[in-house]
């Protein structure tokens, strides 16, 4: 039921989808979609077309709608519903995209591919398919075999990962809320799982589970619950999970972006912050409530909402798991408690309050009480607190002052500290969970990256987070189009492909310059700086420069009217998004209090002070506070160089990422939220398609499937496929492309799906995974083909086998039948015994025939012996060669011993200078460090260079006011006011000048770096190719020296094989046999392995059979007894039989008295012979054994000698080179050594140049100060020297050589500008001079203005006149009002007109769009229908290949048939001769039946006339010799006449044997040939009866189990009835005892020789685990070995990748480098040199490992061996095991037997009483041992009765768990033990019983009344057991048993206490199970019962 709630969530069930019902309503209907409000899109069927227009009707109701053309799309056939890959469908629209992510999501199928990348939707409840067992299912596998599923993304890019070496990375993107969290964590669980070091769960290491333990604490601090999401993370990650060359995890590292640290003091409503302080006050106890100041929800001014609770989800077990997971991490308990203060600290910040004072603006705390527990947290002194906040000091100029703070300023500082401390603190948990998981000794050799971001966010209003968060998307939406569309089609064209380029419309780099760009325009980032550069800017100036500035861009937007709340808007590929500036200054500055920063970073917890130790780099409020120009340039200027905004830190930490994510390969995951109600199974169309279209899912599934998404090398796909192809490709050399083309014509596959490249060859989607299915085929093909012939010569084997048999049996059956007509005639029986006497005649010829072989078995003897003594001469010679070779071989080990401890001096000598040499590398790192922090100094100089220019420039200012405010001239004045002006602009240009440079220099570094990249991409692909040339060039040489190797092997072998030619002769035939026994014997022990695996599987079948042969028991009981009464019988017919042969015999004897003598020699001489014969044999094959043992010692003592030879020989010629290599090494590291000392020495020169340089620039810019014309001529030459201190640089480094370049460019570019500042200077003179003209002018216009008020003075004359007229025109009007409405109706007219044309404008604008969209849709469809018309012409090839198949399947077959045909003909003409001969045999066999008729004939008449001469007493002694002359002749004739008979027998079987087997080939070619035409037909109805096959099997099985079940019910009833007849037949068994007694005692000594068998087995079975563990040590040492080897291979791979790097950076440096040519020439000389060694160190390195592979298989080889002895070893103690356990069953049942048995004497005892009356009178002598005896018996009556009181207590104990059946059997048992004990204990006093008969009385007396004592006691605790029924577990019914066997036992007791016993007690045989004893139960609760 599991694995099918499973498979409900993983796969698709088509047998819905394939439904024919279905396709034809599709096909009937003309199914499409329409656009619906409500549903996205909703299916119609297509009913007519009216123009433009089309009338559908609604298949949901019905309801026909005219919709225009260019809105319907159309809809998949129903066979691609629900596919699991959406670039599968034939139509790609919006509609079939979402309406098969809808019937997944709904069908539980929430993973879906869409090309190349996975769509998630978030199911919203817990599905089952992310367990252990799944993580198995895809492990390993290609993703079409699987679903779809995150785990088969993981598991491909791990793969891929593994296979090319490349870096990988999984991007999870998606809403909040969509599941990428969820999502990132099955990731980091399934690569934990896979690539763990340690392969189980309980033995997983600390880094996977402190990798996972990683997020639990990410979520806590960093996860908070919204309206969207109750676990959203509010802040982006990136996971980097390292791992080394073998694919095991070796560390991780988690990088963080935008924490969205407002949340920590305010929260929207029905939102939460984050989760750390819920769990923190829900889970703390008192005590740490105590110590951190916590409080309830209520009292926190920052927890807005109060105490809001997430759904099935406890605080408190949060807290303590995240607690758990912090110590699993390895954070001290200490840093733990510092965190905790941190956050309770935060939430006391928001507690604290200000008041506005009466008279002022100031803010005061009238209550200190919560800055107090904020100061006592925090490690901080509180009125140095509370004055930092309210009264902080300020740098005002060059002085400080205290500046008191507004309530509004004090809230903002107190909220801005409480986010800074809370982000700083998680921060600082990220870096220590990075410590903590970076902490392996391991190198990694790749990575998977795991990035889990915020997706694409558009609100009602947007702020800075959202720009932020849609930039990131920006760029990773490019990363994936570059992915997919940019470096796919640009791979097509360097491989050379045809390929039309696809322009798919999503160009983000516009829309990225215009948020990113630095200048020419500045984007809206740089405009942010910008702004925060200047003291008096604000929010709206920032927008309106952003609008001046970019108001022509295509992406950015204003406001359409003025109301809109939205500030600006910007076009992302999403959507139009609108952004509102409030407060962007503030939150890209991100200011801070300066004073209680100080404060912090001087805090007594060290932890807090860890928190604050980078104080120095923070933007204080002064420098927002708006102050005066003087004083935001003083202090806000000199931190210029620390302060970095928070748009800068972000767009550098993207760009690092980005970078990162372009040098691995991408796998796109695409989270999708189905709806904002976080309802599981609801799904939302219009939300679904919106992020659909976001994030770019059509157009990845169309370059999908337009592209040639998949690829592959020329030599692999050879390699792979072309098992596809087999005569394709000559033999010989032919180049890859080539083979490719021949193979790609040889497979017939389209032209348009494949493309064949430079390099590689391209396929469709699909094409390859056809090829793989075809391929797998083809292996199934031969490997069945190899099946069928090896399980057809098996068949024909064992069939004549059976044939063979068959014959046996036949000639037995007509021997038996033969016997049985014979052996009750009475001449028969004469004959028998007559036949041995007739040979007397012939025994001298036998004598002589006896000696002659008793000559010759002597002659052989003598032969023997004479080859023995050879054999011994030549085993002596050879054991002296041994000796001989043994001593050699002592000697080279000694020499290798030496070798190998030189070996490991030198190893330990490398490895000191390795160190040696990495201690100078890291001080070349520190020089290079160093030098960069020169750079950053020079940096810094250049800057503060500029602000004293600044500072100059402004008291220039300042001194030129002074002099303005003394001079009272205004001729000074104006020239002072012209140059102040000049300054001013010049200043500003040099300004802007400056930002345009450092903008330029900004795309320079970019364009850079944007180059690197490229390189680096360019130097993989270069070092890939030159991998795989180095591989191919390796792989010739090794195989160059594997043919010199064998070429020299075989001249020694044929050296070697002329001496052992003649050995081998001797030793072939011998070999022979050999192999022959050996071949039997493997095929005994696939026959045993078989027999095992039968053996388990009847296991099971033998335990239910169990029950059933124990109910078939007693019946065989009952069989047994008859069969004793039939071998009675027997026994009485055998001696009636005896008695009638022992007549004959007398009979005989009397008649043969006179050849007794001779039988008696002849007998004695044929034993002598027979003793030889068995010793000559028997020495004969102890000679042979010893010779077979003495030839394989010396083969294989010679074989491990000459192989430790040569082993020793390659180990000392390997160590030779190894020595000489190292010797080499030493020297070049020497020099090494030297020139790198050489080049530290200039480094350290060059350092002290460059510091003295330093210094040379500190005085001349304190120089400098003095005056501002000494300032420029000495700027000059600090610009001079500063470029000479860079060419040095430059030297040193050869990348900054580009820079300097770059640097001389902009210089001259500096100079133009220069040059056109300049002009503008004097354009601004002669501005200053048309400015005096101007004012000219002005005085001019004055006068002009007096004279025009004049004028005007006339003019309102004039007006009053005009007035006067005006009235007189107003009659005139109102008489012309007529001819001003038809004016006004004319001007209405023209107005309507102009409506009507702009509607019909608006109309045409429409159907432009129409047009438009028609376009694109008839593009989709042409796209659709050319990708359909592919598939297509693919199926139509596959069936064309399938019809040349058929075709070629067709021929072969009728050449079969006419094959068959023609056998058919063959064996009609055989079997007509075969019956013309059995014909003519049958003739001559009724001839000889005849014949044998007329012989029976007269054999009668013979026998007649015997019988008359036997009657005829009288002449017997006389007529003997007659009538045995007359018995020979005729049985010679009876001998030659059944000789004839059995001839003409054997022809005739012959011959009908012959027919037989014609028929049955008949038979056999007829039913073949029906079956190859019927297995066609057979092979697709099997496909259907699979199912219900499984359905019948499974029916079977529950039949089987009801019936298993129905079995043990009435097995059950069986044995209860058993039960009850075994309690009647007690009485009946009485009789037996005597019987059982004496077999009892067999059976014990049978038992003991078993026991002593099965410890024998015990100890064999011990002896073999010992040697099986010892193989299995010795199988991990040579595994630990080989790792070790590998390890090693691979380091000196690393180090010959190192070196071919350094020699590949060195030849850079050349090409590049202009100065320091010499030495790096040395250089390069000396690394040429040390690379060819390490090549050559490598080619050593790679021939030792092929030699360690070679013992590696020859190991693996013995170790195989050692595993099948070790098979067969467990199957025999196996077989032993169950031989023990069927000894043990014969052993309980035996004992059952006695127990039954021992019952039966319970009729007798009242007889031994009345013995022991009788016997009283004569034991009165013995009353004093009767009275021992007694105290004896009391003892044990007191045992008894402890024993009794413990047992009631165990069934007490275990009263309420039995049944009353199990009560039933325990009472039979004890009373059988009970009477077995009574008997036992009468036989004793029968035995022992002396004493008088009055004293045996009262004894008697005694004893009774102490029985009746008990008895009562019994009854009593009888009824009290029967008022509360017992109930019995089956503990106690073991215990009952183990009562039982103990019982048995130890009644025998007594009877060893008689005095000839000493009293010693006989011990007890052990118990074949080996369980402990139970005391025995006393007599007297067995008299009770």
Known sequence: MAQRDVDKYLYVDRNLINNPLAQADWAAKKLVWVPSEKNGFEPASLKEEVGDEAIVELAENGKKVRVNKDDIQKMNPPKFSKVEDMAELTCLNEASVLHNLK?????????????????????????????????????????????????????TAYRSMMQDREDQSILCTGESGAGKTENTKKVIQYLAHVASSHKTKKDQGELERQLLQANPILEAFGNAKTVKNDNSSRFGKFIRINFDVNGYIVGANIETYLLEKSRAIRQAKEERTFHIFYYLLTGAGEHLKNDLLLESYNKYRFLSNGHVTIPGQQDKDMFQETMEAMRIMGIPDDEQMGLLRVISGVLQLGNIAFKKERNTDQASMPDNTAAQKVSHLLGINVTDFTRGILTPRIKVGRDYVQKAQTK??????????????????????????????????????????????????????????????????????????????????????REGIEWNFIDFGLDLQPCIDLIERPANPPGVLALLDEECWFPKATDKSFVEKVSQEQGSHPKFQKPRQLRDRADFCIIHYAGRVDYKADEWLMKNMDPLNDNVATLLHQSADKFTAELWKDVDRIVGLDQVSGMGDLAFGASYKTKKGMFRTVGQLYKESLSKLMSTLRNTNPNFVRCIIPNHEKRAGKLEPHLVLDQLRCNGVLEGIRICRQGFPNRIIFQEFRQRYEILTPNAIPKGFMDGKQACERMIKALELDPNLYRIGQSKIFFRAGVLAHLEEERDLKITDIIVSFQAAARGYLARKAFMKKQQQMSALKVMQRNCAAYLKLRHWQWWRLFTKVKPLLQVTRQDEVMQAKALELQKVQEKHVKTQMDLKELENKYQQLSEEKSILAEQLQAETELFAEAEEMRARLAARKQELEDILHELESRVEEEEERCQQLQTDKKKMQQHVQDLEEQLEEEEAARQKLQLEKVSTEAKLKKMEEDLLVLEDQNSKLLKERKLMEERLSEFTCHMAEEEE??????????????????????????????????????KLDGEAGDLQEQVVELQQQLEELRQALARKEAELQAALARVEEESAQKNAVLKSLRELQAQLAELQEDLESEKAARAKAEKQRRDLGEELEALKTELEDTLDSTAAQQELRSKREQEVTELKKTIEEEVKTHEAQVMEMRQRHTSALEEVSEQLEQSRRFKATLEKAKQALEGENAEMQKELKLLQGTKLESEQRRK????????????????????????????????????????????????????????????????????????????????????????????????????????????????????????????????????????????????????????????????????????????????????????????????????????????????????????????????????????????????????????????????????????????????????????????????????????????????????????????????????????????????????????????????????????????????????????QLDAANKGRDEAGKQLRKLQAQMKELWREVEEARAAREEIFIQSRESEKKLKNLEAELLQLQEELAASERAKRQAQQERDDLADELANGNSGKSALLDEKRHLEARIGQLEEELDEEQSNMELLNDRYRKLSMQVETLTTELAAERSFSQKAENARQQLERQNKDLRAKLGEMDSSVKSKYKLAIATLESKVAQLEEQLEQETRERILSGKLVRRAEKKLKEVILQVDEERRNSDQYKDQVEKSHLRLKQLKRQLEEAEEEASRANASRRRMQRELEDVTESAESMNREVTSLRNRLRRTPLSFTTRTVRQVFRLDGVSDEETEDPESDSPSANHQPSQPPASPQGQPQQPPLPAETAQTE
């Open 1014 to 1051: 490229k390189v680096k991409s360019l130097s993989k692909l270069r070092n890939k190719y030159e991998a795989v040339i180095a591989d191919m060039e390796d792989r010739l040489k090794k195989e160059e020296k594997g043919r010199q190797e064998l070429e020299k092997l075989k001249r």
């Open 1249 to 1624: 140049k460059l510091e003295g340089q330093v210094q040379e620039l500190q005085l001349r810019v304190a120089e400098s100060e003095r005056a501002k014309a000494e300032l420029t001529d000495r700027l000059v030459k600090l610009q001079s020297e500063l470029d000479a201190v860079s060419g040095t640089l430059g030297t040193a480094e050869s990348k900054t050589i580009k820079l300097a370049k770059d640097l001389a460019s902009i210089e001259s570019h500096l100079q133009d500008t220069q040059e056109l500042l300049q002009e503008e200077t004097r354009q601004k003179l002669n501005l200053s001079s048309r400015v005096r003209q101007l004012e000219e002018e002005k005085a001019a216009l004055l006068e002009q203005l007096e004279e025009e008020e004049a004028v005007k003075a006339n003019f309102t004359r004039q007006t009053q006149a005009l007035q006067q007229q005006v009235m007189e025109t107003k009659k005139k009007l109102e008489e012309d009002a007529g001819v001003a409405e038809s004016i006004e109706e004319a001007r209405r007219r023209a107005a309507k007109e102009l409506e009507a044309l702009s509607l019909r404008y608006e109309e045409r604008v429409q159907a432009c769009d129409k047009l438009e969209k028609g376009r694109t849709r008839l593009q989709q469809e042409l796209d659709d229908v050319s990708v359909a018309l592919d598939q297509q012409r693919q199926v139509v090839s596959a069936l064309e290949k399938k019809q040349k198949k058929f075709d070629q399947m067709l021929a072969e077959e009728k050449l079969i048939s006419a094959r068959y045909a023609e056998e058919r003909d063959r064996a009609e003409a055989d079997a007509r001769e075969k019956e013309t001969k059995v014909l003519s045999l049958s003739r001559a066999l009724e001839e000889a039946q005849e014949m044998r008729d007329e012989l029976e004939r007269q054999n009668k008449q013979l026998r007649a006339e015997m019988d008359d001469l036997v009657s005829s007493k009288d002449d017997v002694g006389k007529n003997v010799h007659e009538l045995e002359r007359s018995k020979r002749a005729l049985e010679q004739q009876v001998q030659e006449m059944r000789a004839q008979l059995e001839e003409l027998e054997d022809e005739l079987q012959a011959t009908e044997d012959g027919k037989l087997r014609l028929e049955v080939n008949m038979q056999a070619l007829k039913a073949q040939h029906e079956r190859e035409l019927q297995s066609r037909d057979d092979a697709n109805d099997d496909k259907k009866k699979l199912l219900s096959k499984q359905v019948r099997e499974l029916e079977a099985e529950l039949d089987a189990e009801r019936k298993q079940r129905a079995q043990a019910l009435a097995a059950r009833k069986k044995l209860e009835l058993d039960l009850q007849e075994a309690l009647a």
């Open 103 to 155: 019937e997944r999501y709904y069908s539980g199928l929430i993973y879906t591919y869409s090309g190349l990348f996975c769509v998630v939707i978030n199911p919203y409840k817990n599905l089952p398919i992310y367990s252990e067992e799944i993580v198995e299912m895809y492990k390993g596998k290609k993703r079409h075999e699987m679903p779809p599923h995150i785990y088969a993304i993981t598991d």
């Open 408 to 493: 509004e300023q004090a809230d903002f500082a107190i909220e801005a500290l409480a986010k800074a401390t809370y982000e700083r603190m998680f921060r600082w948990l990220v870096m220590r969970i990075n410590k903590a998981l970076d902490k392996t000794k391991r190198q990694g050799a790749s990575f998977i990256g795991i990035l889990d971001i915020a997706g694409f966010e558009i609100f009602e209003l947007n702020s800075f987070e959202q720009l932020c968060i849609n930039y990131t998307n920006e760029k990773l939406q490019q990363l994936f189009n570059h992915t997919m569309f940019v470096l796919e089609q640009e791979e097509y064209q």
